[in-house]
């Protein structure tokens, strides 16, 4: 594992699904997977910067983004309604949030 170089790093792989490359299924256009989207910038349709996507966090009805921002950690549902781009190359995810949710 590399990058994990004592037991305390390797602790914080615990619970975490592991899939090699080879076994990993094809995604749709419009999925992506946690690792892609952790790093993107996250930024509002009008070019405003909201902060950085640090953890995927998954929830029984959608996966949450948990996004650093200036003010703190926000959560931003995926859904279509509020996450309306990926550009996972280009590492930016554009939002248009409803009122209050960066609050």
Known sequence: FEGF????AAEGLRGTLLINSEEARTLEDDEYWPHELTGCAVVLADGGVVGEVSAVVPSPAHD???VKTSAGDRLVPVVKDIVVEVDVRGRRITIDPPEGLLD
């Open 5 to 8: 170089d004592d037991r305390d």
């Open 64 to 66: 949450l983004l948990q």
